[in-house]
């Protein structure tokens, strides 16, 4: 992998592999409005307003900076409803990237899984996969079915050595399906780059493990390639079977092994919109008539066109290598920094951003107070930094009514690819280390709204007590005027 060495190594930082073109100002309320503006969004870090927020680390979805070749890209968009250029071009490159034939457009990842949940689980049926995927559970369970996650133990702790902490334990795997029966499992799941365990990857060869148990039990292999990207780079830069091959061997080695494969782009290739492909005809025939149904004509799926030339260029854009490590060197740059400050992280660094422990950082806060959720609140307080609630609150309810606690209580802070600069990063970690010294002052937070399904998306909750304010107030007497 190509990197770039400091002369003084004691000054290594991580070097953007670009330069900034176009720019969007962005704003910072004062510690008071924060607060303000906390509980007008319910203290659900989503129904903050974007104006509101200095540093937007709550996803990298749809929000990763285009390069210039797809801005150009965009300019060439084929309108025609049918027989577009657009989408010749498209499936152009998803056969060079992909080395696939066939390919459906959907208009995002979790549209992907709509079809492929309608198109294949059936009550009672188990889908095992390394671990879920918030729209992908809700997907599955909806038709009837259940989701069995099969993570290696590592995967679950919060800091390990192992490099591949999103790997499958295969001989669970082997166990479950001898349980279940292979009638009963209409797929297996593989979710590239773990979301919601800290974006942890799984090794090549735990992927191909994972399509030969799929093969000898006559079971579809799917790959949920939304975070492939990251992967890819750990793969190159952590497994020493990768180390001498090209990222688009290592693509091509992976996906010639699945039957299906489907991805959001607004993750995978820094554009929107997503797609099923395949080499298998007969799958991509069966889901094909839900395309015009849920989506829009075979040709764009309810993408724009825009976005399917940005995905194109996109996607042969996340061949390079020195591309694709702008996510995770910047990440491990944060969450280095936090660490050897003695904040909680989920180690080692994976894609997609950097996770804070809650349960530890809040350490004694019950999970029914959603420890997750108040440190994200607490966070936008400290520093107008959005990040994500990835625990409880996150989760359904059990049909009974009753919390089904997270396995893992995450804040993650998301580093969308090329956004942000390292001065910006390194804001960041000084506001969470302050708040990691005035932890003592995080309280938790309580339902106010809580909607069925999905309810971290638009829940309301509000702090219990008045620690909002007291965490404001020793803000002003640390920061004095500051923002
Ligand atoms: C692994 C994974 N799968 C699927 C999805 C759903 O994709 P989308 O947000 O485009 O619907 C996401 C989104 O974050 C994801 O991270």
Redesign the pocket.
Known sequence: MATVKFYKSEEQVPLEMHKVRVVQKLYLPTVEERVKKLAEAGNNTFLLQNRDVFMDMLTD?GVNAMSDNQVAAMMQADDSYAGSETCNRLMKVIKEVFGTEYFLPAH???AC?NILAETFVKPGDVVPMNFH?T??KAHITRKGGSVAELIRHEGLLPQSDNPFKGNFDIPALEKLIEEVGADHVPFVRI?AGT?LVGGQPLSLENMLQVAEVCKKNGILSVL?A??LQDNLYFMKTREEACKNMTIKEIMRTLCEKMDLIYF?S??LGFARG?AIVSNNEKLILKMKEYIPLYEGFLTYGGMEVRSMEAMAVGLLETLDEEIINQGPIFIEYLVKELNDYGVPMILPAGGLGAHINAMEFLKGMPQSQYPAGALATALYIAGGIRGMERGSLSEQRNPDGSENYAEMELVRLACPRRVFTLSQIKYCADRVKWLYDNRHLIGGLKWVEEPDVLRFFFGKLTPIGDWQEKLAAKFREDFGDSL
Request: charged share 35%; glycine share 12%; net charge neutral.
């Open positions: 979805s995002q990842g979790r899984e995927f729209t992908t979710e979301n949920d939304s975070l959001s607004r993750k997503g």
